[in-house]
T-cell receptor, first 112, second 113 residues
Framework: QQQVKQSPQSLIVQKGGISIINCAYENTAFDYFPWYQQFPGKGPALLIAIRPDVSEKKEGRFTISFNKSAKQFSLHIMDSQPGDSATYFCAASLSGNEKLTFGTGTRLTIIP | ETGVTQTPRHLVMGMTNKKSLKCEQHLGHNAMYWYKQSAKKPLELMFVYSLEERVENNSVPSRFSPECPNSSHLFLHLHTLQPEDSALYLC????????????FGPGTRLTVL
């Protein structure tokens, strides 16, 4: 069964700190790895995504680190803010395939 | 309204009821999706429609019946549901069905009594 394992399930970080969420995948054919952010009462929204031809992608305070040999990728949120408090989902898919395989989600809380 | 809208936002139904969930996308996309979101579980893809044709049916019980009359509208017809079907049902759309970014609606919170 194709799976994406996500950890931790919940995370509390102080304002200004670094939030790190990790995901591991099994299918070596996956070649698209997005992260989605979901606020209460809203659907998930694409935050940032990476393809395995690069090891890192940065957009503002959000960075994806990708380790192809370990089949792992992670989301780093620098200078975490209370507005970043949300549930984050990693996902993986094959290019040209509409099916996203999601992780179980991480509930992130940023405290002042 | 813009983006992906879903109605109703909340629904409570008995096991013998028949109800429908509605999704509408205003993005000019050609692919639409139904997902089930349960607590502490990954989002589960239920159905995918591309250009109004169903291209994916992820072993979903027949008590869930999708309908896609055109590329902007997607329905999920519900009948004789079970309490374990209680969840957040999310609709999404993408430009095509081939790995483009999926845009999600806010979901319908379904409770089956």
């Amino acid at each position: 069964q194709q799976q994406v394992k996500q950890s931790p399930q919940s995370l509390i970080v102080q304002k200004g700190g670094i939030s790190i969420i990790n995901c591991a995948y099994e299918n070596t054919a996956f070649d698209y790895f997005p992260w989605y952010q979901q606020f209460p009462g809203k659907g998930p929204a694409l935050l940032i995504a990476i393809r395995p031809d690069v090891s890192e992608k940065k957009e503002g305070r959000f960075t994806i680190s990708f380790n192809k040999s370990a089949k792992q990728f992670s989301l780093h949120i620098m200078d975490s803010q209370p507005g970043d408090s949300a549930t984050y989902f990693c996902a993986a898919s094959l290019s040209g395939n509409e099916k996203l395989t999601f992780g179980t989600g991480t509930r992130l809380t940023i405290i002042p | 309204e813009t983006g992906v809208t879903q109605t109703p936002r909340h629904l409570v139904m008995g096991m013998t009821n028949k109800k429908s969930l509605k999704c509408e996308q205003h993005l000019g996309h050609n692919a639409m999706y139904w997902y089930k979101q349960s607590a502490k579980k990954p989002l589960e893809l239920m159905f995918v429609y591309s250009l109004e044709e169903r291209v994916e049916n992820n072993s979903v019980p027949s008590r869930f019946s999708p309908e896609c009359p055109n590329s902007s509208h997607l329905f999920l017809h519900l009948h004789t549901l079970q309490p374990e079907d209680s969840a957040l049902y999310l609709c999404a759309s993408s430009l095509s069905g081939g790995g483009d970014t999926q845009y999600f609606g806010p979901g319908t919170r379904l409770t089956v009594l």
